[in-house]
T-cell receptor
Framework: DSGVTQTPKHLITATGQRVTLRCSPR?????VYWYQQSLDQGLQFLIQ???????AKGNILERFSAQQFPDLHSELNLSSLELGDSALYFC??????????????FGEGSRLTVL | KNQVEQSPQSLIILEGKNCTLQ??????????LRWYKQDTGRGPVSLTI?????NTKSNGRYTATLDADTKQSSLHITASQLSDSASYIC????????????FGKGTKLSVKP
């Protein structure tokens, strides 16, 4: 058990639509990370939140946004979806000090298919 | 440019055999190197984390080595089992790179009976 719950597990939508992916880390975990994994590609870091604030930003498109709520769950919003956005989206938590990247524990991912 | 390259891209071995996966990186300044196992369609699971001063680290039948001088790492799997079939991902962290780990594309290992 990674201590990270992601919903939905699978999502199929059409181009131009908007979706929201949800991540719930273990109670008390302050950091969440979002990653994208396209078919046969390595994981790409999107964004990190720590205690409600954006901590680090990676290769996140302007069409994508994220936030972390007071209860520490996080949502990744993907808008104006394109075929190329089809991917596995992972959320991860860390046990590192003050949200620094210690060992990462990944959720099971949300598989997004854009048709 | 910070990069992590893994080889081979894919590998097929027979159950019970050993294998070694390679990882070369150009990430600087180096903080730590991790190996993850990712079953198909699942989230990656950490196998080992090594810092600059560590040359070898084991986790059961998995042994990772690190040569910080040549910027190379290897993951050796001993007495492979069918359940070892997965992608193995090398990940490198640079000092001060909060959240931004550099991921390799992984080696896809298939263990056949």
């Amino acid at each position: 058990d990674s201590g990270v719950t992601q919903t939905p597990k699978h999502l199929i939508t059409a181009t131009g639509q908007r979706v929201t992916l949800r991540c719930s880390p273990r109670s008390g975990d302050l950091s969440v990370y979002w990653y994208q994994q396209s078919l046969d590609q390595g994981l790409q870091f999107l964004i990190q939140y720590y205690n409600g604030e954006e901590r680090a930003k990676g290769n996140i498109l302007e069409r994508f946004s994220a936030q972390q709520f007071p209860d520490l769950h996080s949502e990744l919003n993907l808008s104006s979806l394109e075929l190329g956005d089809s991917a596995l989206y992972f959320c991860a938590r860390t046990v590192g000090h003050k949200g620094n990247t210690g060992e990462l524990f990944f959720g099971e991912g949300s598989r997004l298919t854009v048709l | 440019k910070n990069q992590v390259e893994q080889s081979p891209q894919s590998l097929i071995i027979l159950e019970g055999k050993n294998c070694t996966l390679q990882c070369n990186y150009t990430v600087s300044p180096f903080s730590n190197l991790r190996w993850y196992k990712q079953d198909t369609g699942r989230g990656p699971v950490s196998l080992t984390i090594m810092t600059f001063s560590e040359n070898t680290k084991s986790n059961g039948r998995y042994t990772a080595t690190l040569d910080a001088d040549t910027k190379q790492s290897s993951l050796h799997i001993t007495a492979s089992q069918l359940s070892d079939s997965a992608s193995y991902i090398c990940v490198v962290s640079a000092v001060g790179s909060q959240g931004n780990l550099i991921f390799g594309k992984g080696t896809k290992l298939s263990v056949k009976p």
